[in-house]
């Protein structure tokens, strides 16, 4: 299938790490995604990652994947609350170029 | 434009109505994507159209969809005998090419509302 999933919720304090993890299906995808929406905006672009990569670092944010186990996170540094949002992740099938969206986690800061 | 832009940002229609949204793509984007996302919900893939091949309309949920685009511009996506489950938030998105790893530019939706 083309599932691609996520935990739907997490909760961090301001200052700490915030890690989203995320499950994806096609071994054969080329590109992972990560996109951030704010209440009430459309999908912003934060990072991705080829899938010939391990990890990625983008200032605040590390993208680590395991390609062995489809499995793909993200990780962001000193959380702040600007960064309570819904996080989605994605996948590029090489095939068809479709990117197939998990379900989104919403990323609560607290402060 | 500068960004993906979208109309209308909102639209409330009764059931049974068609409607029409559009999009218009950043210029010089061959891939064009429609999307949906219901309230709370990830974003379901719907029709992709890049360049002049066939658009990809394998999401699509019913005959009451369909979207079109002239070239490499304006796309339109139709729902026809409107019903209350098509509300949602429509998203489209473009890109360079399906190949290129940037990812999508999305546009901030149109918010339909079937009443």
């Known amino acids: 299938g083309e599932d691609v999933e996520q935990s739907l919720f997490l909760s961090v304090r301001e200052g700490d790490s915030s890690v989203i993890n995320c499950t994806y299906t096609?071994?054969?995808?080329?590109?992972l995604y990560w996109y951030k929406q704010e209440p009430g905006a459309g999908l912003q672009l934060l990072t991705y990652?080829?899938?010939?990569?391990d990890m990625k670092q983008d200032q605040r944010l590390t993208v680590l994947l395991n390609k062995k186990d489809k499995h793909l996170s993200l990780r962001i540094a000193d959380t702040q609350t600007g960064d309570s949002a819904i996080y989605f992740c994605?996948?590029?099938?090489?095939?068809?170029?479709?990117?197939?969206f998990g379900q989104g986690t919403t990323l609560q800061v607290k402060p | 434009g500068a960004g993906v832009s979208q109309s209308p940002s909102n639209k409330v229609t009764e059931k049974g109505k068609d409607v029409e949204l559009r999009c218009d793509p950043i210029?010089?984007?061959?891939?064009l994507y429609w999307y949906r996302q219901r309230l709370g919900q990830g974003l379901e893939f719907l029709i992709y159209?890049?360049?002049?091949?066939?658009?990809?309309k394998s999401g699509l949920p019913s005959d009451r969809f369909s979207a079109e685009r002239t070239g490499e511009s304006v796309s339109t996506l139709t729902i026809q005998r409107t019903q209350q489950e098509d509300s949602a938030v429509y998203l489209c998105?473009?890109?360079?090419?399906?190949?290129?790893?940037?990812?999508?530019?999305f546009g901030s939706g149109t918010r339909l509302t079937v009443v």
């Open positions: 998105a473009s890109s360079i090419t399906r190949d290129r790893a940037i990812g999508y530019t």
């Open positions: 096609d071994s054969s995808s080329t590109y």
């Open positions: 990652i080829f899938s010939n990569m």
């Open positions: 994605a996948e590029k099938h090489s095939n068809t170029g479709k990117l197939i």
């Open positions: 210029s010089g984007h061959t891939a």
């Open positions: 159209f890049q360049g002049n091949s066939a658009p990809d």
